[in-house]
């Protein structure tokens, strides 16, 4: 590092202005020259080190100016030099500093030899060097501002080869063979590129009369070596790769309270799960989970077999939203509470499709909630929820019987679908009690205590929002549709929904006038119509009670599907109660069927949960195979549904 002092002649920066020192008076006023007007200003010495201290002024150089060499040369501090090299330019500073003390500021050659002679054995540890050696050692340390790193063997850098000096020819043979076998996607090894660099020369002495000589290995490797690594990186591996390993990592978004910024994002466990009747493996469950970033607390999730949809998301949004009671009535084990509940202010997604759908923007709108899309493929811009999914899958997921580990060549032989033995409601009990007995009280380092402190601490500054009522949020997390208004009530998917306040409604508005409903996905026993006049949404309960009654809207479509394939109609309950009947057939042969992705389809539609009383089909009757309803058509009986 060099030193310096205030003295005439000296060259510094002032608030990124350069100046000059030209005088200073003995009652400590320094007259400074700005450099590109020759403007002069005044400043004490009290004030200029003032100025020292808060970063605001440095020094450009020493008593001298050292020319650019040197100026590379002393650049960097001594932890970029090797042990070795750490050794020798203290070796040397130790035999400079005994010339100092010996004969001051101003050696000579002349003198230099006697005073070697005289230092003692500890200080040569080893050959002295000659008066000259010493000598420019010394002139080196003055002319560098008594910077200890010009030092250094001269001309230390990487070694860099000059490809030029092996003469224009093989430059072009060089570059060429790099660009056509070396950078490119194939992934083509050095060795490979090597030799045909090599094979290239040979043909190319045979047929001149210029001669190439062939480098060897190591020097070959040098070269290469000389490329931007970005570069390379991206045309062998792919840009995003490049981008992905050359990120700079940083704290990322600062957050001040807790639910200022949580982040959402799926993904499917490494856990084989088995159904609790059949005690088959069922598949592996999906996770959507939702983290506050202050606190690093769970806010909500879901597990189960629904696939990353709009679904999955209102299940995570309304269990983060709400207080978690549930967890001590169906997980008595669990010690700690999950006391964590309110609406974030941002929610911080991908650019999953059911992330961009209309409905999801609107429900967020609803809530209050501002939506932030990730960067394409830059998942690491939500970097503190996928970082918790690997912490869940290596310290539950990987210790369970049934794992698939994270990948292929971690999984081996291990036969996860014959070695499972964990339900799907097993496995929610024992994510829940590691989640909130575990997690929440370890310490994390991102923080500095537990994320359940952490979350106290934030209750001390904000008070969670919440929604008005569990009513109002579950008629903010459905979705919303155009009907038209007849004397039959309102159609949604052949099903049909009316009662006294549709009548009303009708007489007020008009026949056929159009209204928005609800449709809670996950029953379709009734249905929220919207009455302009209130300004409120009324319960309207479907005609057809028993047989909607808690039926989701996947069910609903996979038995219109039925009825369609048998080219039935929708014309009373007994033909809607069959086919549920016949679904729910289905659904058992599946669970018991030999392929996995069969009973993870039925595992996907779940299980009824009303089914008529006595059953209205035996499994013999159901002549239909569960493989037919893999893709589900949409029947619709009139253009009504179409909007």
């Known amino acids: 590092m060099k030193t310096s002092y205030l003295h005439t002649g000296l060259r510094l920066t002032l608030d990124n202005e350069q100046y000059r020192i030209i005088r200073i008076i ?32 440095s020094f450009i150089d020493g008593s001298s100016h050292p020319n650019n060499k040197q100026k590379e040369a002393i650049s960097g501090g001594l932890l970029r030099f090797s042990e070795k090299e750490q050794s020798l330019i203290l070796k040397r500073y130790h035999y400079i500093q005994h010339v100092i003390s010996q004969l001051g500021d101003k050696p000579t050659r002349k003198n230099l030899k006697e005073t070697i002679s005289q230092l003692p054995e500890a200080v040569h540890q080893g050959k002295p060097p000659s008066d000259m050696t010493l000598y420019r050692w010394w002139k080196r340390w003055v002319d560098s501002g008594n910077d200890i790193n010009s030092l250094a063997l001269r001309n230390h850098s990487p070694d860099r080869i000059k490809i030029s000096k092996f003469g224009p020819s ?14 490119t996607r194939e992934g083509n090894s050095i060795q490979n590129t090597y030799d045909e660099l090599c094979s290239q020369i040979t043909h190319f002495n045979q047929i001149n009369l210029e001669q190439i000589n062939i480098p060897c290995r190591a020097t070959f490797y040098a070269m290469l070596r000389q490329f931007d690594q970005y570069e390379v990186m991206s045309a062998r591996e792919g840009k995003r790769a490049a981008e992905n390993h050359f990120r700079a990592v940083g704290n990322g978004v600062i957050t ?33 989970f939702i983290l506050d970033v202050q606190s690093r607390m769970p806010l909500g999730a879901y597990i189960g077999f629904e696939p990353p949809s709009e679904l999955s998301v209102m299940r995570a949004l309304r269990n983060a939203i709400l207080p978690k009671d549930f967890i001590k009535q169906d997980y008595p084990a669990i010690e700690n509470d999950w006391l964590v509940y309110g609406i974030p202010s941002t929610l911080v997604c991908d650019n999953g499709l059911e992330f961009h759908s209309k409905q999801l923007r609107r429900m967020c709108a609803e809530l209050n909630i501002e939506l932030i899309f990730c ?8 970097g503190h929820v996928e970082r918790f999914f690997g912490t869940l899958n290596r310290q539950v997921c990987h210790r369970l019987s049934g794992t698939t580990f994270s990948n292929i060549r971690a999984r081996g032989d291990y036969e996860s679908e014959k070695l499972a033995s964990i339900t799907l409601t097993e496995l929610q009990g024992i994510i829940y009690h590691w989640l909130i007995d575990i997690y929440c009280q370890s310490p994390h380092k991102g923080l500095d205590s537990t994320p359940a402190i952490e979350w106290q601490k934030g209750l001390k500054l904000i008070e969670p929002l919440l929604p008005e009522s569990k009513e109002n949020l579950d008629i903010i997390l459905t979705r ?3 009907r038209t208004l007849s004397h039959e009530g309102i159609q949604f998917k052949n099903l049909f929904y009316n009662s006294p306040e549709v009548r009303l409604l009708r007489i007020r508005q008009g026949h056929r006038t159009k209204a928005n409903i609800r449709i809670d996905l996950e029953d379709l026993g009734h249905i929220w119509l919207y009455n302009q006049h209130s300004y409120a949404y009324v319960k309207i309960p479907c005609v057809q009670s028993e047989y909607a009654a808690n039926l989701s809207l996947r069910q609903h479509e996979k038995i219109i599907a039925l009825l369609k394939e048998k080219k039935k109609f929708l014309t009373n309950t007994h033909s809607l109660l069959e086919a549920k009947s016949k679904l729910q057939v289905l659904i058992s042969k599946a669970n018991h069927d030999k392929s996995l992705r069969k009973r993870t389809k039925a595992a996907r539609i779940g299980n009824i949960k009303n089914t008529p009383k006595g059953p209205l089909l035996s499994p013999i009757q159901a002549d239909i195979s569960f493989d037919e309803l893999d893709e589900i058509p949409v029947f619709k009986v009139s253009n009504k549904d179409e909007k």
């Open 26 to 57: 003995e009652n400590g006023i320094v007259t400074l020259e700005r450099s590109n007007d020759l403007a002069l200003i005044q400043r004490t010495k009290t004030e200029l080190l003032s100025l020292l201290t808060a970063g605001k002024l």
């Open 375 to 382: 960067p394409k493929q830059q998942p690491h811009y939500k």
């Open 256 to 288: 001040k309270f807790i639910l200022e910024r949580a982040e959402i994002d799926h993904t499917i466990l490494d856990i084989m799960v088995i159904n609790e009747k059949t005690g088959l493996a069922e598949g592996r469950p999906t996770l959507t």
């Open 170 to 183: 093989f430059e072009k043979l060089y570059l060429q063979v790099i660009d056509n076998i070396y950078l």
């Open 480 to 482: 919303k549709y155009e």
